[in-house]
């Protein structure tokens, strides 16, 4: 009988408890919080759908379709068959691609380096 007691109190504590607190919200503004988190959900859906669309491939396309196509492309172009020559430029290993990089200069844009005329030692 003492721990239903104990249970009994702990419920009428709880219940003050919790009137206090929802005394102390406004439910109105959780609902229009509610709403606003909503509204900041579906336009970053809306976003995420517009970055994700992809303009070269049009709608429709079946991936087997493409894989067929791809393994034609393979079957008509086999490397091994082809000398040096009639390799496209960019199947090629004879080249260095490092060596067509544009060189970069080591100073800083508009940065001037001061001359040792103008530091004084204190």
Do not use: C, W
């Not at 709880?14 to 919200?25: E, G, I, P, V």
């Not at 390799?87 to 001037?112: F, W």
């Amino acid at each position: 009988m003492a721990d239903t007691m104990t249970q009994v109190s702990a419920l009428k504590q709880a219940k003050q408890t919790m009137d206090t607190q929802l005394k102390q919200m406004n439910l109105t503004d959780i609902d229009e919080l509610q709403d606003d988190l909503q509204e900041l959900f579906e336009a970053h859906t809306e976003i995420q759908d517009l970055l994700s669309r992809s303009f070269a491939t049009p709608e429709g396309l079946d991936e087997d379709e493409l894989e067929a196509e791809l393994m034609s492309l393979e079957a008509e172009l086999d490397v091994d068959d082809l000398d040096e020559n009639e390799l496209p430029s960019y199947l090629t290993t004879t080249r260095d691609p490092l060596s067509e990089l544009p060189t970069i200069s080591q100073k800083a844009p508009g940065m001037v380096q001061p001359s040792t005329s103008t530091i004084r030692q204190v």
